[in-house]
């Protein structure tokens, strides 16, 4: 599932790291090498790629390391150009070891759950899927239902929208993620909402989760056990 992932390069982070040049600090945490305490300044920040190592660690799923970055006071918060954060490369990684303990720890450290990614990319499956999407969405994509559960305690807004009006719920519905349509189902996410469709092709301007499922001869997702 991940080399689909890393194939398809939908999820931004995970195509941020693969193509990550060399830097030293960098490098140790992907591998989870890196020495904190004394070593390297827990803030470093790789400026022409804007990584951090909290972001690498996490996105390696390295738990040891994100910890000791989080005692050592890196910022949380730190963000690409593309609003990637280190809670965003835990989630975009969603199929390697170790990065939902990863993402558990920076949601105990008060990481945004709320945090849009995704200004201005331009791949064709981008376009067509919607800028500022919320880590749900990427969750939800890839069918990680184990961190959606972790966003789901955090009390996550589960109908937020990209900019095309398009909710958590579309994504794992397309995706074929049942257990996320589930899980979302069952905190009350709306099946109603209206999405702006028109980038797909012979599609009408705008319709509804429901109307999408029909369209593709699908069961009314209401008849989705939760």
């Known amino acids: 599932a991940q080399e689909y992932w890393k194939i398809v390069r939908l999820n931004l982070g995970m195509e941020v790291v693969e193509d990550m040049k060399p830097c030293w600090v960098l490098d140790q945490a992907k591998v989870g090498t890196l020495k904190v305490n004394g070593e390297v300044d827990p803030n470093f920040m790789d400026q022409a790629q804007q990584l951090t190592p909290l972001m690498v660690a996490a996105a390696a799923g390295h738990h040891s390391v994100v910890d000791e970055l989080i005692k050592q006071q890196a910022d949380i918060h730190a963000q690409t150009s593309e609003g990637l954060t280190a809670l965003s490369f835990a989630a975009d990684y969603g199929f390697t070891g170790g990065t939902t303990r990863c993402f558990q720890l920076l949601l105990e450290a008060g990481a945004n759950i709320h945090q849009q990614i995704g200004k201005t990319y331009k791949r064709e499956m981008h376009r067509l899927r919607g800028l ?95």
């Open 132 to 226: 500022n999407t919320s880590l749900a969405h990427a969750l939800c994509r890839i069918g990680d239902d184990e961190k959606l559960d972790l966003l789901l305690k955090a009390k996550m807004d589960v109908n937020v929208v990209n900019e095309l009006g398009t909710p958590p719920l579309f994504e794992a519905f397309v995706s074929g993620n049942e257990l996320c349509v589930q899980k979302l189902l069952a905190a009350k996410a709306s099946v109603n909402q209206r999405m702006h469709t028109a980038r797909w092709p012979n599609w009408k301007e705008s319709r509804c989760i429901v109307a999408f499922a029909g369209m593709l001869g699908e069961k009314d997702l209401t008849s989705i056990k939760t």
